[in-house]
């Protein structure tokens, strides 16, 4: 069986760890939610600025930002590919008119399609990427939950320990007892919840000592109720000893 100690600190400590995880994750997902309402945001004002950049005769070429990984495309009014991003992976067209998560070559992809003057843009992000950047917000984050996890198990270690510091005077004041001088145990110098404890222990010991005191009366009642009978017997014993050792002289004597 457990110590108490063992369950104080197996049950706080425990809680404390679940509490801990359930704000990272909680976390995490406030800030995924978040990265993925600014990123739909940028797939959209990507998809809007783009038609303009395809303008014959402008030999711009499509925004990319190599670490958000973001695939852009277009289409003219015949179907004909205008621009590619480059060493990026080409993505079906989809003809839409808002956002799409489809799934491709095993991957999940979040995707932005808009047509404007007569072409047809698309954008398009993997999801991994948003993932990953919401782990690595989380974790830049939640660093401090580590070092208010560290503090709070410190406290919860103190806090036990300067608890359970009664129990352990109790436990030595008792040790200290002797059968024969069985002092109470003084309440008031108990906290509130041990004196119910205290005062059952007081009330036992009080009922061991009526019981020696019972006890030692009753040896010295049967001392005394002995004391005359063996009297008695000690005095007739001597008289059969003389009467005998008289016989034995007369008998030597003749």
């Known amino acids: 069986m457990k110590t108490i100690r063992q369950q104080l600190l197996l049950g706080l400590l425990g809680t404390a760890l679940i509490c801990i995880l359930a704000s990272a994750y909680f976390l995490y997902q406030s800030l995924l939610h978040e990265v993925n309402e600014l990123a739909d945001l940028q797939l959209r ?49 989809y003809v839409l008119d808002g956002f799409l998560t489809v799934s491709l070559r095993g991957q999940e992809w979040r995707i932005y399609g808009k047509t404007r003057n007569a072409r047809y843009v698309q954008v398009a992000q993997a999801v991994a990427v948003r993932d990953l950047l919401a782990v690595r917000m989380a ?68 009922r061991f000592d009526n019981a020696l005191i019972a006890q030692r009366a009753f040896i010295a009642d049967a001392a005394h109720e002995l004391r005359s009978p063996l009297t008695a017997m000690t005095l007739q014993l001597q008289l059969v000893e003389r009467a005998i050792g008289d016989r034995v002289l007369a008998l030597i004597e003749n």
């Open 139 to 206: 974790l830049r984050a939640g660093a401090p939950l580590l070092v208010l996890a560290f503090v709070l198990a410190v406290m919860i270690l103190v806090v036990v320990e300067h608890a359970l510091k009664p129990l352990e005077r109790l436990a030595q004041t008792m040790a200290g007892k002797s059968a024969d001088a069985l002092v109470p145990v003084v309440e008031e110098d108990m906290p509130p919840d041990l004196r119910p404890v205290v005062k059952a222990i007081n009330g036992l010991m009080y």
């Open 45 to 93: 004002q990507l998809a809007l600025a783009l038609p303009d950049e395809f303008l014959p005769g402008t030999g711009s070429r499509a925004p990319e930002d190599p670490e958000e990984e973001y695939t852009l495309q277009a289409w003219d009014q015949a179907g004909q590919p205008l621009r590619l991003s480059v060493s990026q992976q080409l993505m079906p067209r």
